[in-house]
């Protein structure tokens, strides 16, 4: 299969190489503003993508670094997801976003779709997803009760509904982790029976 061709796999990490490295960029004006303690949670998104690069670096070297598989799972459905519904509010509210905001909308919703892409993938386990899920909710804290969370001018006004939904998006990706993982947990039980 293409998606698991390790040219592919080569350009894929290309790829996410240059959209972290632009993500962090982008965010490098909000970083300029927020107190050093703060700066590893503030730019989500390029540090999902950062992950995925780990990821995409253990396939290519054919292994499994389950835990940056967790964490990149998780955050790129997450982020992904969460940007599409940021940006398309914006739109919403404002009735323009201009061409960056597309861009936006469809190189985040391309960072959700890999993440689903390989679903089948994925190695990690319960602790893996475990330390995973203490970095995602200790991020939604630190986004939304510290006050770090990404700034979307003319949403800001929507905080308190816009942290709430990024809670149970949380919620619901870390869910979609604890099913891919039983899933698999599934498979390899009903394979060993049946060899035995």
């Given amino acids: 299969m293409m998606l698991f061709n390790k ?24 970083l300029e503003i927020t107190e050093p303690i703060f700066w590893i949670f503030v730019p989500d998104s390029p540090t ?7 990821v995409i670096i253990g396939w290519l070297l054919n292994t499994n670094f389950r835990l940056f598989e ?6 790129l459905v997450k982020y992904g997801v969460w940007a599409v519904v940021m940006n398309l509010l ?7 976003i201009g061409a960056a905001g597309w861009m936006l909308v469809i190189s985040h ?19 893996s997803i475990m330390l995973a ?9 630190i986004d939304y009760v510290f006050g770090q969370m990404p700034i979307y001018g003319d949403l800001m006004k929507f905080i308190d509904n816009i942290g709430y939904f990024t809670f149970w998006l949380s919620i619901g990706c870390i869910a979609l982790a604890v099913w891919n993982w039983k899933r ?3 498979i390899v039980t009903v394979q060993t029976q049946q060899v035995s």
Avoid: P
């Avoid at 350009?11 to 982008?26: E, K, P």
């Avoid at 959700?112 to 319960?126: E, P």
């Fill in 7 to 30: 040219s592919f796999l080569w350009i894929l990490l290309f790829i996410n190489i240059i959209g972290t490295v632009y993500g962090y960029d982008w965010y490098m004006w909000q």
């Fill in 48 to 54: 999902a993508s950062l992950f995925f690069c780990f």
């Fill in 70 to 75: 967790a964490l990149a799972f998780i955050t």
């Fill in 90 to 96: 914006t739109l919403n509210e404002t009735g323009s």
């Fill in 109 to 127: 919703g391309a960072m959700a779709l890999q993440g689903v892409l390989y679903w089948r993938n994925y190695k990690f386990g319960l602790i």
């Fill in 133 to 141: 899920v203490i970095w995602t909710l200790h991020n939604d804290v």
């Fill in 184 to 186: 698999r947990h599934k």
